[in-house]
């Protein structure tokens, strides 16, 4: 009786502080604009300066506002895990408190053509093969729907907020979340609304809705001389809100390809506690070999989180030569699963109680010294 009830009163605590958490998920629908959502600043100070040992006590300084722990997993899946414990020792029960949960992740790297209805199917087959790999999470590429280019960009484009036949690529998504129960990160498309373009990640839940949808905030535009030059500001306008989703493998932090080369946007979903950030791109092949898995590695070891990306696979006959390469990286910065530059579904696993692993062996988020820097996230500071 007497462990009966200790059981309970962990459990009851356990529960408790995972609604709490789940609480705290931000509005990606912000109307603020992009000049206003992050800055990294440094402060100087013309006090005497002090020691590392009394700086630590201002690593909540360094985030305004502060971070926010790492929540647990998902409330369905701590609470059938939860469900179990009756039946434990007290001793088992602390492993289970650990928050242990493990998931496949599928990365859909595929090929795409100028018939938008094939390239539709190909990623129907490709998500189902994923799926029955047993994965619980699938990632399409960016811009899979249509060739890359500023010239398809308005061809392709889909009124995502319409949904029906005004987005096909969005309904397919739709309607395989709900029918395999999965979740999915729907690459991007390219979007039209109101009169613009944008280059757009759509995210549903296992119940087929719509969870999400992030515009890429950071416009591809680039010119390095007889290499390679594209302007995607040509056409489409950027985005203004970063986007971070609660769904049911986790908390998710959404960027679009040169999105990742912002360490700041990176900074703010960790911040915001993501366990997760999810990258579809499509660098090239003079960006690609020296900084693709360069910067994903980066990403992942600086917010020591996971980090998966997904690319087209290599046309080297379209304007657009994609580099490949769909990868899912580490909290240590290891590279976990990845592929060459064909056409392949990698499957590789997540494990979210490696997080707070890895952050107890290297602490730097206690270590941060808030009284020389700080990352401002704008959004949530406005939203209190």
Known sequence: MIRNRLIMKALASLSSSTLSLRCCSYNNKSSLNLNSLFFARRRFHSSPPISMASASVNNERARAPPAIP???????????LLSLSLSLSLSSLHSLTCFSFQFKIGLCQLSVTADKEKNIAHARQAIQDAASK?????????????PYSNDSFPVYAEDIDAGGDASPSTAMLSDLARLLKITIIGGSIPERSGGNLYNT?????????????HRKIHLFDMDIPGKITFMESKTLTAGETPTIVDTEVGRIGIGICYDIRFPELAM????????????????NMTTGPLHWELLQRARAT?????VATCSPARDTGSGYVAWGH?????????VLATTEHEEAIIIG??????LEQRRTHLPVTKQRRGDLYQLVDFQRLNSH
């Open 201 to 213: 990640c759509c995210v549903f839940g296992t119940d087929g809705k719509l969870k999400a949808k």
């Open 134 to 146: 047993g994965a619980q999470l699938v990632l399409l590429p960016e811009i899979w729907n249509s």
């Open 268 to 283: 703010i979903y960790a911040a915001r506690g993501a366990h997760l950030l999810c990258y579809p791109g499509a660098f």
């Open 326 to 334: 769909s990868t899912l990286v580490g909290p240590w910065g290891e």
């Open 349 to 354: 696993e997540i494990d979210y109680s490696i």
């Open 302 to 306: 600086d917010n020591q989180l996971y």
């Open 70 to 80: 790492l929540p647990p997993p998902p409330l369905s899946k701590a609470t059938s």
